[in-house]
């Protein structure tokens, strides 16, 4: 790949399971004033590119990778979208790819270590302390779980106002079993410091580690062929409608949400603020419907996700046929 200026980019890959605070991370670090020319490319696992839209708005440059989780095509699409991202005018001086909540990140950030343009600054990994420890005792899902954490050269166990400090402890000396090589911040709304996200000196600490730049060839040339799928483990369901919808009902789905949807996120227009756009949430014990003050859709989408097993959305879709005014 040859980029114009003849530069390196520094390239950082954001993951983490399904709702455990990546775009919230990511949004932070485009509203800082330090971010610079930051191109953002994002992996939904869903039908409905929703994090492409959010990241928008907080004011990056954003490429979707739509062609399911990135993992499960990375010859074609992440290439292209890097070939796309070096190609820019001007060229970002920071290039930063949230993974889908299934993805294992290390497989992406080897596709930034094979690129000479690419200088990969490290894998941070977003940990959902109020729900890791259920997801880790689910057969079907910790293996997920397990290999993001893994794959971190930095964990940032969010959350932290969902649980109390005896969890933190416990998680953070559980995380630092599992990867004694990276390095844990706890994090509320993923609020870390700036100097951990891009100052050189942190940067040294994020550095994939030396296993990684040994695989990384025979990986890149195998991964096209063989990648870990993820659409039997993980299913998905968009519920979309062009009318607008009842607060209070999806207040009530928020609430009662069956205990297998992993997560739930979607822009929709309500018919109390039919102007303005809302954003619903549902990430385990993180659930909320507020206004991104952006205009309203024509249609509201909202996607669901859980395990292909339990994957059953007919009574989600009946409650929210009378969520429709
Ligand atoms: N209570 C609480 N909620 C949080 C925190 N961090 C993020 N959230 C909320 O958790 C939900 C999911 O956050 P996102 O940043 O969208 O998570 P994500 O990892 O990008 O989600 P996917 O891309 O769908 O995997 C949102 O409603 C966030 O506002 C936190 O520290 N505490």
């Known amino acids: 790949m040859i980029n114009q200026a003849g530069k390196t ?14 775009t919230t991370l990511i949004n932070r670090i485009l509203q800082s004033d330090r971010a610079g020319r930051t191109a953002v490319l994002v992996n939904d696992f869903g039908s409905v590119n929703v994090d492409e839209r959010m990241i928008a708005a907080a004011g990056g440059q954003t490429i979707a990778l739509t062609n399911g989780c990135v ?8 290439t292209e979208a890097l070939i796309r991202v070096s190609e820019m005018h001007p060229v970002p001086e920071w290039i930063v790819i949230e993974t889908s909540g299934v993805a294992d990140p290390r497989q992406i950030a080897q596709v930034g270590v094979v690129d000479p343009i690419l200088v990969v600054d490290g894998v941070m990994v977003l940990v959902d302390a109020s729900t890791v420890e259920a997801h880790m005792e689910d057969s ?23 649980v109390g400090s005896a969890d933190i402890t416990r998680l953070r000396s ?7 090589e990276a390095t844990i911040h706890v994090a509320m709304d993923a609020d870390i410091p700036w100097e951990l996200v891009r100052s050189p000196d942190v940067a040294r600490s994020v550095k994939p580690r030396g296993r990684v730049p040994d695989q ?16 039997h483990i993980y299913a998905t369901w968009t519920y979309e409608t062009s009318r607008d919808l009842s607060r209070d ?8 949400m069956p205990p297998h949807v992993l997560r739930a996120k979607g822009l929709v227009r309500l018919e109390s603020e039919p102007a303005v756009e809302t954003i619903i949430q549902f990430a385990g014990h993180s659930r909320a419907l507020k206004s991104s003050g952006r205009a309203a859709p024509d249609v509201s989408r ?11 959305f007919a009574a989600i879709r009946e409650l ?3 969520a429709e005014c």
């Open 320 to 322: 929210l046929l009378t």
């Open 9 to 22: 980019i520094p390239l950082t890959v954001v993951g983490g399971f399904l709702g455990s605070g990546k």
């Open 302 to 312: 909202i996607v669901f996700i859980s395990t292909s097993e339990d994957a059953d």
């Open 174 to 180: 559980w995380l630092s079993r599992v990867v004694p």
């Open 140 to 162: 079907r899902i910790a293996d997920t779980v397990l290999r993001q954490i893994e794959a971190a050269d930095m964990l940032i166990l969010n959350k932290a106002d969902l």
């Open 216 to 231: 990384c060839v025979k990986l890149a040339t195998t991964m096209s062929a063989g990648p870990v799928e993820h659409d």
């Open 249 to 256: 009902k999806l207040r009530l789905l928020l609430d009662e």
């Open 71 to 78: 993992c499960c095509s990375i010859g074609d699409d992440l």
